[in-house]
């Protein structure tokens, strides 16, 4: 008795290297993180350290706008370590490659550019327009 056809995009040696990439980019998401946290932290420990009147401190606005922006790349750091390890599942599950919408393949260009993307062009196009 033989072994059903695999019908996922990536074949076993080709897994190992994408599996590799995705590793890769969820250790430099981490370090990210880890210093964007250190980031966010120094920058509440320093107006912790003075009286804070934002209304009338001319370096308030400037300090929440910044407290705001790095808040801001952290949780998208976060996303997108969610988006990598979403596809790490893929991987190991044979839909690495596949559009989670209509089911095609995803082309390599797209896996390359963003190796976490779980939808075909067409269809992410699709979802930006709504």
């Known amino acids: ?3 059903p056809p695999d019908d996922s995009v990536f074949q076993p040696p080709e897994r190992a290297s994408v599996r ?5 980019e969820q250790a430099d998401t981490s370090a ?9 932290d120094a920058i ?12 009338h401190d001319p370096e308030g606005s400037s ?6 922006h790095v808040a801001a790349l952290l949780a998208r750091a976060r996303d997108h370590l969610a988006e990598l390890d979403r596809a790490r599942e893929r991987l190991e599950r ?9 089911g095609e393949p995803i082309p390599a260009a797209r896996l390359e550019a ?3 993307a ?5 269809c992410a196009s699709d979802r930006a327009r709504r």
């Open 1 to 3: 008795m033989s072994n």
């Open 20 to 24: 590799a990439r995705l590793t890769a």
């Open 32 to 40: 990210q993180i880890a210093a964007l946290s250190r980031d966010y």
């Open 44 to 55: 509440v420990q320093a107006n912790a350290l003075v009286a804070v009147d934002d209304e």
């Open 63 to 68: 300090t929440a706008f910044e407290r705001a």
């Open 94 to 102: 044979g839909d690495y490659g596949r559009c989670e919408r209509c």
């Open 114 to 116: 963003r190796p976490a």
């Open 118 to 122: 779980g939808t075909c062009v067409r």
